[in-house]
């Protein structure tokens, strides 16, 4: 047993000696068109609070909607790249209930006729291959955005007061629905995250939303619930909400599995209901018990006219999809060379369109893989984020790299230049030119360096007349120590042993 704040966890593996987790996954993808989904409000984000708005998104009396086409259009690429049926007629319908982000008291969504449906897409979690089926993808409106001041959690409870941006009301959302999941237990939570990121990858291919978990056009809802080793009824499931990274997706369905195991080992019961997650600990919190769908008083929306998508318009969009995710990856391992392990990694960190733009900017991929795994990797671990929104872009890590391929700095210095990068300093070349880090290369002021270092150590400059090489790893050293790392290496070793027959 651990314990996290006041819940006391199962063992993982524990809990799953006894416990088979089922899940399902809610993806909910905003998209990038110009205005929103039934007013010509503008999408960007970051916008002055509640200045993208108008009647129809105030949900003003009398203001009626008009249908965004190239959403439409947006949303059966996306059913056809998850290989969905598209469905000749559907319809939206109102989805009710009060929250103050929702100005209307209901949300114009699709129900039981969504425009793409049974659907499937595969992802790969440690070398195995796992099938996730899809239920639907349906078109919807977004909600606005409640910012709760005051308190500790940033959340309702303990606020001082809330208030409301509806900049994001009515944006364009596609949900993306799986059908149950059932794997191997110990993989659920590795599944759940790679599944996410795949699904980053396939609609950022498509170009329909820049997928950015950090900036909400990417979230989850994680459903999970357990029943016991061998039985086939499902449990009473929780639904975790808007989780927004990938490293938080898995988190969450670890939790999840670790305290709804310690709750029915002690005979309690589950409830259904959405969960907050906390970033800072991986857990979750009671948010509110969860509605089921007649709840929702689900009815057609009378104010908008049914879309039937001709097949024609369908096999036209159908001829646009970019390569498969899977293909690509293939054909760029093929191209860079890279082993399975490494491309596996490379694919596992969220990394691969990073790298891929770094080598497409002049990077070597082995480089442009060192970098973005190794360097970034860990300050992204550092501050907790992911990988791709630390601020530096794949053509400022390419220009680092040319610095080092022109022998102006040297990997250690490339940290330094990364420092300066990340912090806003300017372009590499900047960065080396204000703090002064180009390598040394003047041979008077290197020679000068080298004959203070065979002064100082007269065993180990005999140790290297006498043959043994290697020994010049002490020199380089005190020679790069005093250089403060600026020196070139290889030239400072050509010098000693030039120095010394």
Same mark, same amino acid.
């Given at each position: 047993?651990?314990?996290?704040?006041?819940?006391?966890?199962?063992?993982?593996?524990?809990?799953?000696?006894?416990?088979?987790?089922?899940?399902?996954?809610?993806?909910?993808?905003?998209?990038?068109?110009?205005?929103?989904?039934?007013?010509?409000?503008?999408?960007?984000?970051?916008?002055?609070?509640?200045?993208?708005?108008?009647?129809?998104?105030?949900?003003?009396?009398?203001?009626? =909607?008009?249908?965004?086409?190239?959403?439409?259009?947006?949303? /059966?690429?996306?059913?056809?790249?998850?290989?969905?049926?598209?469905?000749?007629?559907?319809?939206?319908?109102?989805?009710?209930?009060?929250? =103050?982000?929702?100005?209307?008291?209901?949300?114009?969504?699709?129900?039981?006729? =969504?425009?793409? #449906? +049974?659907?499937?897409?595969?992802?790969?979690?440690?070398?195995?291959? #796992?099938?996730?089926? !899809?239920?639907? $993808?349906?078109?919807?409106?977004?909600?606005?955005?409640?910012?709760?001041?005051?308190?500790?959690?940033?959340?309702?409870?303990?606020?001082?007061? @809330?208030?409301?941006?509806?900049?994001?009301?009515?944006?364009?959302?596609?949900?993306?629905?799986?059908?149950? /999941?059932?794997?191997?237990?110990?993989?659920?939570?590795?599944?759940?995250?790679?599944?996410?990121?795949?699904?980053? %990858?396939?609609?950022?291919?498509?170009?329909?939303?820049?997928?950015?978990?950090?900036?909400?056009?990417?979230?989850? %809802?994680? &459903?999970?619930?357990?029943?016991?080793?061998?039985?086939?009824?499902?449990?009473?499931?929780?639904?975790?909400?808007?989780?927004?990274?990938?490293?938080?997706?898995?988190?969450?369905?670890?939790?999840? /599995?670790?305290?709804?195991?310690?709750?029915?080992?002690?005979?309690?019961?589950?409830?259904?209901?959405?969960?907050?997650?906390?970033?800072?600990?991986?857990?979750?919190?009671?948010?509110?018990?969860?509605?089921?769908?007649?709840?929702?008083?689900?009815?057609?929306?009378?104010?908008?006219? =049914?879309?039937?998508?001709?097949?024609?318009?369908?096999?036209?969009?159908? $001829?646009?999809?970019?390569?498969?995710?899977?293909?690509?990856?293939?054909?760029?391992?093929?191209?860079?060379?890279?082993?399975?392990?490494?491309?596996?990694?490379?694919?596992?960190?969220?990394?691969?369109?990073?790298?891929?733009?770094?080598?497409?900017?002049?990077?070597?991929?082995?480089?442009?893989?060192?970098?973005?795994?190794?360097?970034?990797?860990?300050?992204? +671990?550092?501050?907790?984020?992911?990988? @791709?929104?630390?601020? !530096?872009?794949?053509?400022?890590?390419?220009?680092?790299?040319?610095?080092?391929?022109?022998?102006? !700095? &040297? %990997?250690?210095?490339?940290?330094?230049?990364?420092?300066?990068?990340?912090?806003?300093?300017?372009?590499?070349?900047?960065?080396?030119?204000?703090?002064?880090?180009?390598?040394?290369?003047?041979?008077?002021?290197?020679?000068?360096?080298?004959?203070?270092? !065979?002064?100082?150590?007269?065993?180990?400059?005999?140790? *290297?007349?006498?043959?043994?090489?290697?020994?010049?790893?002490?020199? *380089?050293?005190?020679?790069?120590?005093?250089?403060?790392?600026?020196?070139?290496?290889?030239?400072?070793?050509?010098?000693?042993?030039?120095?010394?027959?």
């Amino acid at each position: 047993m651990t314990s996290t704040g006041t819940v006391t966890l199962v063992d993982f593996d524990e809990a799953l000696t006894r416990y088979e987790p089922v899940m399902g996954l809610e993806v909910h993808i905003e998209l990038n068109t110009e205005s929103k989904m039934f007013c010509g409000c503008a999408t960007n984000f970051g916008a002055e609070p509640n200045s993208n708005v108008c009647p129809v998104c105030l949900g003003l009396p009398g203001a009626l =909607p008009v249908v965004n086409g190239t959403a439409v259009e947006s949303a /059966i690429r996306i059913g056809l790249a998850l290989n969905c049926e598209i469905a000749e007629w559907c319809r939206f319908a109102r989805k009710n209930y009060f929250y =103050p982000d929702m100005p209307k008291n209901f949300q114009t969504s699709q129900y039981d006729e =969504p425009i793409a #449906f +049974n659907g499937w897409t595969e992802v790969d979690v440690d070398g195995e291959t #796992f099938r996730i089926e !899809i239920e639907r $993808a349906h078109m919807e409106e977004d909600t606005g955005k409640s910012l709760h001041v005051g308190g500790a959690t940033g959340r309702i409870h303990g606020a001082d007061y @809330s208030l409301v941006d509806f900049n994001r009301a009515g944006i364009p959302l596609i949900e993306i629905v799986t059908k149950t /999941i059932v794997v191997p237990g110990h993989k659920a939570p590795a599944v759940a995250r790679a599944y996410v990121n795949h699904l980053r %990858d396939l609609i950022g291919g498509l170009g329909v939303s820049d997928v950015r978990m950090d900036q909400g056009s990417l979230r989850c %809802d994680v &459903n999970l619930s357990l029943r016991p080793v061998g039985r086939e009824a499902f449990g009473t499931r929780t639904e975790t909400k808007n989780v927004n990274s990938f490293k938080s997706v898995e988190q969450a369905a670890r939790f999840e /599995i670790q305290r709804q195991a310690a709750l029915l080992d002690a005979g309690e019961v589950i409830v259904q209901e959405t969960r907050h997650f906390h970033e800072k600990d991986g857990s979750t919190s009671p948010g509110r018990e969860k509605s089921d769908a007649e709840d929702y008083r689900y009815f057609p929306e009378p104010d908008l006219a =049914p879309i039937a998508a001709s097949r024609q318009w369908v096999e036209e969009l159908r $001829a646009t999809l970019p390569e498969p995710p899977a293909d690509r990856r293939r054909r760029l391992q093929a191209e860079w060379e890279f082993s399975d392990l490494d491309m596996r990694d490379t694919v596992g960190a969220g990394a691969l369109d990073l790298v891929a733009a770094t080598i497409d900017a002049g990077a070597a991929p082995q480089a442009a893989r060192k970098w973005w795994l190794g360097e970034l990797a860990r300050r992204a +671990n550092e501050a907790e984020v992911d990988l @791709s929104t630390l601020d !530096i872009t794949p053509q400022q890590v390419a220009g680092i790299q040319a610095l080092i391929d022109a022998g102006k !700095i &040297n %990997d250690k210095l490339a940290r330094d230049v990364f420092d300066g990068v990340l912090a806003g300093e300017g372009s590499p070349e900047e960065v080396v030119a204000a703090r002064g880090l180009e390598v040394v290369s003047d041979d008077g002021a290197l020679s000068a360096a080298v004959d203070r270092a !065979i002064d100082a150590n007269p065993d180990v400059a005999d140790k *290297i007349r006498d043959g043994k090489v290697a020994a010049a790893g002490a020199l *380089i050293g005190a020679v790069m120590k005093e250089m403060r790392g600026q020196a070139d290496a290889a030239r400072v070793r050509e010098l000693i042993l030039e120095k010394l027959g």
